[in-house]
């Protein structure tokens, strides 16, 4: 398993960077590294989703945290036969209202579970880019959040 983590402070309510999160439409906007998402069916927990990644690569997704407003996560599972099928990636948003200084700490978490050795050892090289993708998409999220 591979863990990564970033947070950062919102000038905006917990409510308004909720609105952005919880939408898939919207991931394109914020997260860095995704082209496209849509609904596939349902709402809240179980939602499925799809989302393609900037390289091309499309996931179906399934929401496996929710809790309205304060945290949504969602699972990515690798298509396939053999090894890879066993990839998965999960990413949570965690949202806390700032009582001190107002507005709202958002904590995004990336956890990753490779296809194997080899995999694992490339996603290990790759972490750096893994932690300056997530600062790009609190900056994304902060601007749009505050805007919104």
């Known amino acids: 398993m591979i863990l990564v983590e970033r947070s950062a402070h919102v000038m905006a309510p917990v409510e308004a960077v909720w609105d952005v999160v919880q939408r898939a439409e919207q991931l394109p906007a914020w997260l860095a590294g995704v082209r496209a998402a849509e609904v596939l069916s349902g709402e809240g927990f179980g939602r499925r989703q799809r989302v393609q990644a900037g390289r091309g690569a499309a996931h179906e997704a399934e929401v496996i945290a929710y809790q309205e407003p304060t945290l949504i996560g969602w699972r990515e599972r690798a298509k396939g036969a053999g090894a890879r099928a066993e990839a998965r990636t999960e990413i949570y948003v965690q949202l806390t ?52």
């Open 97 to 148: 209202a700032d009582e001190e200084e107002g507005g709202t700490i958002v904590r995004l978490i990336v956890v990753r579970w490779p296809a194997g050795p080899v995999k694992a050892a490339l996603l290990r090289l790759g972490l750096r880019r893994v932690g300056a993708d997530l600062e790009d998409s609190l900056a994304r999220l902060t601007d749009l959040a505050a805007v919104g």
